[in-house]
């Protein structure tokens, strides 16, 4: 089985956070034996990008012979919709599902696609008999609770310091990175060591350490689908604060000190303020549900699919 991965999102040198779980997914598939390569568009000029990025896949296609493409976000499926030699497959990630212009692709993708994966069962109704539930599987070895003073040490931030992780890279609009901003500027007005700590140009290992660093986690994306963020930080226990987006509140659901909150720059200051006026807390499982999807098993549920497509 030789597969194409096709996907506006994957590490670079300039970005090596961005669309790492497409990385993971890949690497997880080759592990399990799968052949498995990628075709990456870089957007700098969409609309000039997205035309080059049609017919460097039609080469790509002429000179390999894949049997299948895995289309990563909804707009390379509609690239993908627009040949017919090679079947392809779709993952839609969150904002692709949920923001009406990114929709219009996505669905038209949807139509052709064999299969589509997504990452929360409210798209899972929404998609329909085609439609699979596949949250991103995430790496356990990496993503653990370790001392708030050595994993502060190691980065070398400030021992005094209350940092909030904001769990992206600020120029990443669906993030939302001015409503997080706000909120740490008024943390500061009212204490000054309260301090911004953003995922961006981080290892996974230095992305642990920000989580196992700080005091809490602020997500507050405009769209989302199963943030991968979400479970990561868990592992760590870091207590987290999320607007109402994706699959974030069912992912929350059994955790002590982990809350959805209105988007209201003030009520959000008010809460994580409390919250972290005392002593240091975590985040606590009171259930004994462990809902985190692997690495392994998400390699797995995805050669199945892709023998189901190739029927």
């Given at each position: 089985?030789?597969?194409?991965?096709?996907?506006?999102?994957?590490?670079?040198?300039?970005?090596?956070v961005k669309g790492l779980f497409v990385k993971n997914q890949l690497e997880s598939l080759q592990k399990l034996g799968v052949e498995v390569e990628y075709l990456h568009l870089i957007v700098k000029?969409?609309?000039?990008?997205?035309?080059?990025?049609?017919?460097?896949?039609?080469?790509?296609?002429?000179?390999?012979?894949?049997?299948?493409?895995?289309?990563?976000?909804?707009?390379?499926?509609?690239?993908?919709?627009?040949?017919?030699?090679?079947?392809?497959?779709?993952?839609?990630?969150?904002?692709?599902?949920?923001?009406?212009?990114?929709?219009?692709?996505?669905?038209?993708?949807?139509?052709?696609?064999?299969?589509?994966?997504?990452?929360?069962?409210?798209?899972?109704?929404?998609?329909?008999?085609?439609?699979?539930?596949?949250?991103?599987?995430?790496?356990?070895?990496?993503?653990?609770?370790?001392?708030?003073?050595?994993?502060?040490?190691?980065?070398?931030?400030?021992?005094?310091?209350?940092?909030?992780?904001?769990?992206?890279?600020?120029?990443?609009?669906?993030?939302?990175?001015?409503?997080?901003?706000?909120?740490?500027?008024?943390?500061?007005?009212?204490?000054?060591?309260y301090e911004e700590l953003l995922l961006e140009d981080k290892t996974p290992e230095e992305v642990n350490l920000c989580y196992n660093a700080a005091e809490a986690l602020l997500l507050t994306s405009?769209?989302?689908?199963?943030?991968?963020?979400?479970?990561?930080?868990?592992?760590?226990?870091?207590?987290?604060?999320?607007?109402?987006?994706?699959?974030?509140?069912?992912?929350?659901?059994?955790?002590?000190?982990?809350?959805?909150?209105?988007?209201?720059?003030?009520?959000?200051?008010?809460?994580?303020?409390?919250?972290?006026?005392?002593?240091?807390?975590?985040?606590?499982?009171?259930?004994?549900?462990?809902?985190?999807?692997?690495?392994?098993?998400?390699?797995?549920?995805?050669?199945?699919?892709?023998?189901?497509?190739?029927?």
């Amino acid at each position: 089985m030789k597969i194409l991965f096709y996907t506006n999102m994957y590490p670079t040198a300039e970005d090596t956070v961005k669309g790492l779980f497409v990385k993971n997914q890949l690497e997880s598939l080759q592990k399990l034996g799968v052949e498995v390569e990628y075709l990456h568009l870089i957007v700098k000029n969409s609309k000039t990008d997205y035309i080059k990025s049609y017919f460097s896949l039609l080469k790509k296609i002429k000179n390999n012979n894949y049997d299948l493409i895995h289309a990563h976000y909804g707009f390379m499926g509609f690239i993908a919709a627009l040949q017919f030699k090679v079947p392809f497959v779709l993952t839609l990630h969150g904002s692709d599902a949920n923001i009406w212009w990114q929709k219009i692709f996505s669905s038209f993708a949807s139509f052709f696609a064999r299969k589509i994966i997504v990452t929360n069962k409210e798209h899972k109704e929404e998609f329909g008999n085609k439609a699979v539930l596949i949250p991103t599987g995430i790496n356990s070895n990496v993503f653990f609770h370790v001392n708030q003073d050595e994993a502060k040490k190691k980065l070398g931030l400030k021992s005094n310091l209350k940092y909030i992780v904001f769990p992206s890279a600020r120029k990443r609009r669906v993030k939302n990175y001015p409503l997080y901003h706000q909120v740490l500027n008024k943390l500061k007005e009212m204490d000054s060591s309260y301090e911004e700590l953003l995922l961006e140009d981080k290892t996974p290992e230095e992305v642990n350490l920000c989580y196992n660093a700080a005091e809490a986690l602020l997500l507050t994306s405009f769209s989302e689908g199963s943030p991968l963020v979400i479970r990561e930080a868990l592992l760590t226990k870091l207590p987290i604060f999320s607007l109402d987006v994706g699959d974030v509140s069912e992912r929350i659901r059994n955790y002590e000190n982990c809350f959805i909150i209105p988007n209201n720059v003030d009520i959000i200051v008010k809460k994580i303020y409390s919250f972290t006026l005392n002593e240091k807390r975590y985040a606590k499982n009171i259930s004994n549900k462990n809902n985190f999807e692997t690495l392994e098993t998400n390699a797995q549920e995805l050669i199945n699919i892709y023998k189901f497509a190739l029927k």
